[in-house]
């Protein structure tokens, strides 16, 4: 299987770096007033089990809710300036990222919600490793070659283990009969 995570393109450590601080610079000449991104990479966080150079999918650590305390630190440090300090307020920035698997947690089929998560799980590292990018101007710098895998992981980790807020219902529902009702929390 080919993905954006794949070992060929991450590979591109060291080209990474001068891209990163042209991304910041833009970042900042953009006027997002957000945590810059650390140049160098940072080391496997104590505690987590090591992953290996491959790249994992789906999330290796799924249901492993000891990676939980690693990958809120690593949050809080990295993400939580711009997606919202614990996962929990979003801010104007970043989306709120607890809402990535809302489609996938709605679904009976077991093997099918896996399938599902996979899908969310590869378009997170996507997002997280190579950024995110509109009209040239950078919303959300790229954490190639600085994060590891297992941080990353970490992190999506304790974001789906955060709750969604259900979603606003119109006042004048009829008590229990409301169509907009969220499906329940895990
Ligand atoms: C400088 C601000 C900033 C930082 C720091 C940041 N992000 Fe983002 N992120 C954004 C913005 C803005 C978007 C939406 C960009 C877009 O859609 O074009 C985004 C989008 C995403 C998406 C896609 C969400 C979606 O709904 O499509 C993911 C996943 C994500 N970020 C994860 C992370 C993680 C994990 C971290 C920490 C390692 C992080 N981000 C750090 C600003 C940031």
């Given amino acids: 299987?080919?993905?954006?995570?794949?070992?060929?393109?991450?590979?591109?450590r060291r080209r990474a770096a001068p891209a990163r601080l042209a991304g910041l610079a833009l970042a900042l000449a953009g006027g997002l007033a957000c945590a810059a991104t650390p140049a160098t990479p940072e080391p496997v966080p104590p505690g987590l089990p090591p992953l290996g150079s491959d790249w994992q999918l789906p999330n290796p650590?799924?249901?492993?809710?000891?990676?939980?305390?690693?990958?809120?630190?690593?949050?809080?440090?990295?993400?939580a300036n711009c997606h919202g300090e614990g996962a929990q307020r979003p801010v104007a920035e970043g989306p709120d990222l607890r809402r990535l698997n809302g489609f996938c947690?709605?679904?009976?089929d077991?093997?099918?919600?896996?399938?599902?998560?996979k899908d969310v799980d590869a378009y997170f590292?996507?997002?997280?490793?190579?950024?995110?990018?509109?009209?040239?101007?950078?919303?959300?710098p790229p954490w190639r070659g600085v994060l590891p895998q297992e941080t990353i992981w970490a992190i999506r980790?304790?974001?789906?283990?955060?709750?969604?807020?259900?979603?606003?219902?119109?006042?004048?529902?009829?008590?229990?009969?409301?169509?907009?009702r969220a499906a329940p929390p895990r």
């Fill in 110 to 117: 077991s093997a099918l919600k896996a399938r599902c998560l």
């Fill in 1 to 12: 299987m080919s993905h954006p995570a794949s070992p060929a393109r991450a590979t591109g």
């Fill in 125 to 140: 590292l996507e997002s997280v490793l190579d950024g995110k990018r509109r009209a040239g101007m950078v919303h959300m």
């Fill in 105 to 108: 947690q709605r679904l009976v």
């Fill in 61 to 79: 650590y799924r249901d492993q809710p000891e990676v939980r305390a690693a990958g809120a630190a690593a949050y809080e440090r990295h993400c």
């Fill in 157 to 180: 980790s304790f974001v789906e283990a955060r709750r969604v807020p259900p979603p606003r219902t119109l006042p004048d529902l009829p008590p229990g009969g409301a169509v907009l």
